[in-house]
Nanobody, 114 residues
């Protein structure tokens, strides 16, 4: 079971990014997928998730700017981030739960310059 996150980069305030998480080794369509982020010097926090049925949830701080989606054919989860702010600077991780254990992608760094 493997998750591979990509799509991060250095952007300016107000720009957008789309993060991607590619899953392998699982029947992707039956798994809930989550996105977390860890800002420099801070703890990792959950920011968004999408259920196997396609229902999305977000923390209040990102509602209206973050959009989580999935493509079950290509076994990918996505996190669209619009109107990026410096406080969005973090390593972003995708996560799911398999056989009772958390599975994490390697993280992708998003840096937002002011």
């Amino acid at each position: 079971v493997q998750l591979q996150a990509s799509g991060g980069g250095l952007v300016q305030t107000g720009e957008s990014l789309r993060l991607s998480c590619k899953a392998s080794g699982i029947n992707f369509r039956i798994y809930d997928m989550n996105w977390y982020r860890q800002p420099p010097g801070k703890q990792r926090e959950w920011v968004a998730g999408i259920t196997s049925g396609g229902s999305a949830n977000y923390i209040d701080a990102v509602k209206g700017r973050f959009t989580v989606s999935r493509d079950n054919i290509w076994r990918r989860a996505y996190l669209q981030i619009d109107q990026l702010k410096p406080e969005d600077t973090a390593v972003y991780y995708c996560q799911t739960r398999h056989s009772g254990a958390d599975v994490w992608g390697q993280g992708t760094l998003v840096t937002v310059s002011s």
